[in-house]
């Protein structure tokens, strides 16, 4: 989708070079997809706390749950 933007050309071209990157179409791309994926990771923060935590777990009997006795490898 072809868009027009009036965009700061002092800027894009430092964040071009700091990315390593060769057009100002890839500089945007990057950025919108940092700012997805830091949007999502915000959203994430808001489970905090909502989560009930099982202290009984145990995660390495987890882990085991499937292998085979190292003797039959």
């Given at each position: 989708?072809?868009?027009?933007l009036?965009?700061?050309?002092?800027?894009?071209?430092?964040?071009?070079?700091?990315?390593?990157?060769?057009?100002?179409?890839?500089?945007?791309?990057?950025a919108?997809?940092?700012?997805?994926?830091?949007?999502?990771?915000l959203?994430?923060?808001?489970?905090?706390?909502?989560?009930?935590?099982?202290?009984?777990?145990?995660?390495?009997?987890?882990?085991?749950?499937?292998?085979?006795?190292?003797?039959?490898?």
């Open positions: 989708m072809a868009t027009n009036a965009l700061d050309d002092g800027l894009i071209e430092e964040a071009r070079q700091l990315g390593g990157l060769r057009t100002k179409k890839d500089v945007v791309t990057q919108l997809l940092e700012y997805v994926q830091r949007r999502k990771q959203k994430l923060l808001d489970l905090f706390g909502t989560v009930d935590f099982a202290e009984d777990f145990d995660a390495k009997a987890q882990r085991a749950v499937g292998r085979k006795p190292s003797a039959e490898l």
